[in-house]
């Protein structure tokens, strides 16, 4: 599967975005998805999953509550809704795709991850 992901752009704090993943191929509703980013001189590091049908979700603690992943499996879309933007979130943003069920990610773990888009890059200003 290749994906595509879009959206990022430059944001003052408190705005919001939404990130889209597009995805090609017939079988995207089979595909666990997850969001990771990397700031400027850090490690890329995970910030929500969905499962296949979208019935389950997964964010990591510092994301809980103002992050949330969705899936359209009709448009093959992955998104991503990001509320009151902080400077901190300044990143690459990436879309990531696994053959893997959802039970067999039992962490946040970047290995998990088979397919990855080219990153979008959202910046927050102060």
């Known amino acids: 599967v290749q994906l595509q992901a879009f959206g990022g752009g430059l944001v003052q704090a408190g705005g919001s975005l939404r990130l889209s993943c597009a995805a090609s191929g017939r079988t995207f509703s089979r595909y666990v998805m997850g969001w990771f980013r990397q700031a400027p001189g850090k490690e890329r590091e995970f910030v929500a999953a969905i499962s296949g049908s979208g019935g389950s979700t997964y964010y990591t603690d510092s994301a809980k509550g103002r992050f949330t992943i969705s899936r359209d499996n009709a448009k093959n879309t992955v998104y991503l809704q990001i509320n009151s933007l902080k400077p901190e979130d300044t990143a690459v943003y990436y879309c990531?795709?696994?053959?893997?069920?959802?039970?067999?990610?039992?962490?946040?773990?970047?290995?998990?991850?088979?397919?990855w888009g080219q990153g979008t890059l959202v910046t927050v200003s102060s």
């Open positions: 990531a795709a696994t053959h893997r069920s959802w039970i067999q990610i039992t962490g946040p773990s970047s290995l998990y991850y088979d397919y």
